[in-house]
C-alpha cells in the first residue's frame, strides 16, 4: 500500500525531509532520474532504482565495516508508485542486523513530485546484506568499533 502526504502549504520550506520518518532512519541518498533513466512512456526503469537501492543501502555498512563490502543479498522490490522523470527520490536506510561479516539494510525509497501542489509518494522499499571482504574478496569480520 503506498503512502502518499501532502504537506500543507506553509510547510516548513528548509525541511529538507520529504516526510516524517524515525530518526534511526538516515538519508543516504537524494538523486533526480533524467530521461536517460526512463522508458518510451517517461516512466523509470525498474533497474535503474534497484542499482540506486544498492548503492544507497551500501552507504552505512561501508561506514561500519570499514574497508571494501560486496552486496550479497538482495530480498524482493516491490515497486508500488511508478517514478517519472524530474521526481526526487530519497533513500532512507536503517542497519537492521549486524552478523559476523555481514550487515543487513532496510532501504525505503520516496519520490517528491509536484512542487507546486507536492506530493510524497514511497516508491519502494528493500533489505540488502552486504559482507565485508578482504583484499582477496573473502569474508572478513565486521570491526567491533
Ligand atoms: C560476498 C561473498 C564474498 C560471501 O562469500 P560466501 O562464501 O558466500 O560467504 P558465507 O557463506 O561465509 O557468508 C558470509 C555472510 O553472508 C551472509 N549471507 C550469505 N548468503 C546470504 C543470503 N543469501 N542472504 C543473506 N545473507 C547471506 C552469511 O549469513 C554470512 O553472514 P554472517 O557472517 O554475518 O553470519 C561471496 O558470496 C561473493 O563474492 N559474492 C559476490 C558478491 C558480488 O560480486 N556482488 C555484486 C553483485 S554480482
Redesign the pocket.
Known sequence: MAEISSPTPHADAHHLSPVQLPGDRQLVLRVMPMPADANGNGDIFGGWIMAQVDLAGAVLPARIAKGRI????VNQFVFKQAVSVGDLLSFYAKVERI????ITVHVEVYAERNPANLQVVKVTEANL?Y?A?DMQ???RKIPKD
Open positions: 560486496a552486496t550479497v543479498a552478523g559476523t561479516t555481514s546484506t559482507v571482504i574478496g573473502q569474508p
